[in-house]
């Protein structure tokens, strides 16, 4: 395969399957849920008959079937992060997006180490663990080395007993070489949306700069994968082109990761188009997804690639998120600020968050509602920390593994979180929690859990299995 060949991706063999699939009625529903509670996966009729289910009863089965799939491979943990902005500098005119070259609207900043180290111990103090670093393509000053150095100088922030124990990375596609100093800058996922896997819509909507080149971009996770980089996140950016066609495509690239590299992607991103600052498709998408629609997406997802983690970013509102935990969502971001700079900003006028969209409760009351629900908060980075990464990360995914790991990692980590940072309210309901969650547990993650959280209670901290 040459490295920028997309061929991947058959339009052609998408719009067949769409066409053949009709109306489902409820026999072949029930066989494919039935197949899909065996944790094997779908294939791309199977998707397409789940995506035109529009009966309530049906999809009701089809949400009550995600939600055991997801209990069965994660357990209760639902894991916590916050994207961080370094950069709205941009050379590329993405139609949809506030930090398109050409806007005027948005005033331009790139952060400097320090204002990063800032933002940083920001986040530190408010208990967060993992980062996702976020930037525009233009790194005028310092080239890519601006991202390397602003990585080393994430890992490098600390504050009391907390540091940033994983840094994940949403940047534009890089070569293999490049590629390779990400891997050595020991990032934890790189993640990269195509936005739409439809060539034509894709050049409707990314009209200038870098960014035009489709092949370039859906060809980056094989150039990450060959750099030694495990862990990939993939993703659409729903509103732009038809739910149904994405997720099919989506599915056709996870095929291609999976024979070509043997590992599939570690994460799947399903942002919705939100109105952006100078952007009229932000604020009328051209092909928008109903609430409803958006559910299924995240329930069909869950079917078809069970071992994957859905993410599920502060785009959506409190309640949305809520519901799609149940679904299949495995990590969220939360306390959100997509400007850079914006946590400090929001420390110094506290006021000026309230203006945006979706959800932008502080952590701390996210976590108390994630917890009441009966989800553990966790802030694990245990997996990236013992190296089972990629396909390690995958063998003890695939057969339900996982949670024997996952679930004593979050009950750990959200006692540091309860020690260290909550408020007393939601330190009192998380203990509470904790106990009930230890009560429900398996013999062998239960043992586990409970060593790590008598470690933490005596002092230690960053305790995982
Ligand atoms: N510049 C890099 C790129 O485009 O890949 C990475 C940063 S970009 C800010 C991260 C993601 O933001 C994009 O991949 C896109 O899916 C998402 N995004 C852009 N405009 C958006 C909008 N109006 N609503 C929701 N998500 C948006
Ligand atoms: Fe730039 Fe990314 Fe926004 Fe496109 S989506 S304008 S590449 S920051």
Known sequence: MKKTDSAFIDDSAI????????KSDGQRVREILAKARLMKGLEAEDMAALASISDPELLGELFNTAKAVKEQIYGKRLVLFAPLYISNMCGNECLYCAFRARNKLVERVALTQEQIAR????????GHKRILLVAGESYPNEGFNYILKSIATIYATTSGPG???????????????????????????????????HRQTYRKVHVGGKKVDYDWRVTAMDRALEAGINDVGIGVLFGLCDWRFEILALMQHIRHLEAVHGVGPHTISVPRLEPATGSDMATHPPKPVSDIDFRKIVAILRLAVPYTGIIMSTRETPNMRRETFALGVSQISAGSRTNPGGYTESQDHPDAAQFSLGDHRPLDEVIRDVAELGYIPSFCTGCYRLGRTGKDFMDLAKPG?????????????????????????????????ITKALAQMEPTP???AEKLLAAVRSGKRDAYC
């Open 15 to 22: 719009e067949q399957v769409l066409a053949a699939a009709g």
């Open 119 to 126: 933002e940083v111990r920001i986040l530190v103090e408010q």
């Open 163 to 197: 540091e940033i124990r994983r840094v994940n990375v949403n940047i534009a596609p890089l070569s293999v070489e490049e590629f390779r100093q990400l891997h050595d800058a020991k990032i934890g996922t790189y993640q990269l949306f195509q936005e739409t896997y």
């Open 401 to 433: 593994l996982i949670k024997e790991h996952c679930d004593p990692n979050a009950i750990s980590t959200f006692a540091e979180y309860l020690i260290d940072y909550a408020s007393p309210k939601t330190r009192a309901m998380g203990e509470a929690m």
């Open 446 to 448: 239960r043992g586990r």
